[in-house]
Nanobody
Framework: QIQLVESGGGLVEPGGSLRLSCVFSGGILRFDDMGWYRQDPGKMRTLVAAVFSNGATKYADSVMGRFTVSIDGAKNTMYLQMNSLEPEDTSLYYC?????????WGKGTQVTVSS
């Protein structure tokens, strides 16, 4: 059974940095794509950053140049390095994994950017 567990969220001041981690388990041998999404109350979940099976990456315009997504296969972990954080980045961040056209989600980790 595939499981995703996020960590690394918290409270940070504007301009600060955080690194989110997503540990995945379940004997995953290959994937279609992995990524980070975020969702605010009453709004749709939106893509923040994604990595595809060919190594290509995709970022939301609002985080381009500030966030970096990466995968450490040896640790079964995906990361989201977030720099120059802004109050607008405050949200609940979810890890996503696509395998054989099925999407799997973690439970989310809260990021709050505030002074």
């Amino acid at each position: 059974q595939i499981q995703l567990v996020e960590s690394g969220g918290g409270l940070v001041e504007p301009g600060g940095s955080l690194r989110l981690s997503c540990v995945f388990s379940g004997g995953i041998l290959r994937f279609d794509d992995m990524g980070w999404y975020r969702q605010d109350p009453g709004k749709m979940r939106t893509l923040v950053a994604a990595v595809f099976s060919n190594g290509a990456t995709k970022y939301a315009d609002s985080v381009m140049g500030r966030f970096t997504v990466s995968i450490d296969g040896a640790k079964n972990t995906m990361y989201l390095q977030m720099n120059s954080l802004e109050p607008e980045d405050t949200s609940l961040y979810y890890c996503n994994l696509g395998v054989d056209r099925v999407n799997y989600w973690g439970k989310g980790t809260q990021v709050t950017v505030s002074s």
